[in-house]
T-cell receptor, first 115, second 112 residues
Framework: SAVISQKPSRDICQRGTSLTIQCQVD?????MFWYRQQPGQSLTLIATANQGSEATYESGFVIDKFPISRPNLTFSTLTVSNMSPEDSSIYLCSVAPGQGLEKLFFGSGTQLSVL | KQEVTQIPAALSVPEGENLVLNCSFTDSAIYNLQWFRQDPGKGLTSLLLIQSSQREQTSGRLNASLDKSSGRSTLYIAASQPGDSATYLC???????????FGTGTRLLVSP
């Protein structure tokens, strides 16, 4: 298993600003994932972050809008850039210990509201 | 493209009832299926993981079944308690892209 600390837990931001979300894991993991959950909807994968390589973004998500860092095997950040009200969502980081195909463990999420 | 649907979207039951949550998926070529619980203001908690070769998994009062050929999974909760109130999500990992595709969830309310 894995224990994931994600912060901030919530934030209210102004349009046009950026927010960086941090995700810290208590053990080394190869693959980390960032998800978005828009109000009333299910989770959508933003990108997969592997240490030592560029993040892989899903269709509809771009690096300029959601830059990701993965400096080591226990830490990652997701930045939501130039925010608009449409970015108001819950953002969750997730890890998959092992080969990345088994159980996913999630952080507690970041509730973002953009005014 | 894999699509995952959960029925019902919301469910309200009195304490003590046994209940079934349903999950269906369009592409049967899956690697595994996972059930999660999501509490307000918290992340997701993994409940059960069923590999494609398995038919069911059990943990305490929870039992999840998988019928891959028909594209269905059910989560059975026995003797429900108010503490079971949460949103339950199923997620399918397909063998192709190996990504996890989430359903829209069932919001469960168990009243005392």
């Amino acid at each position: 298993s894995a224990v994931i600390s994600q912060k901030p837990s919530r934030d209210i931001c102004q349009r046009g600003t950026s927010l960086t979300i941090q995700c810290q894991v208590d053990s080394q993991v190869t693959m980390m994932f960032w998800y978005r959950q828009q109000p009333g909807q299910s989770l959508t994968l933003i990108a997969t972050a592997n240490q030592g390589s560029e993040a892989t973004y899903e269709s509809g998500f771009v690096i300029d809008k959601f830059p990701i860092s993965r400096p080591n095997l226990t830490f990652s950040t997701l930045t939501v850039s130039n925010m608009s009200p449409e970015d108001s969502s819950i953002y969750l980081c997730s890890v998959a210990p092992g080969q990345g195909l088994e159980k996913l463990f999630f952080g507690s999420g970041t509730q973002l509201s953009v005014l | 493209k894999q699509e995952v649907t959960q029925i019902p979207a919301a469910l309200s039951v009195p304490e003590g009832e046994n209940l079934v949550l349903n999950c269906s998926f369009t592409d049967s070529a899956i690697y595994n299926l996972q059930w999660f619980r999501q509490d307000p203001g918290k992340g997701l908690t993994s409940l059960l993981l069923i590999q494609s070769s398995q038919r069911e998994q059990t943990s305490g009062r929870l039992n999840a079944s998988l019928d891959k050929s028909s594209g269905r999974s059910t989560l059975y909760i026995a003797a429900s308690q108010p503490g079971d109130s949460a949103t339950y999500l199923c997620a399918v990992r397909d063998t192709g892209f190996q990504k996890l595709v989430f359903g829209t969830g069932t919001r469960l309310l168990v009243s005392p």
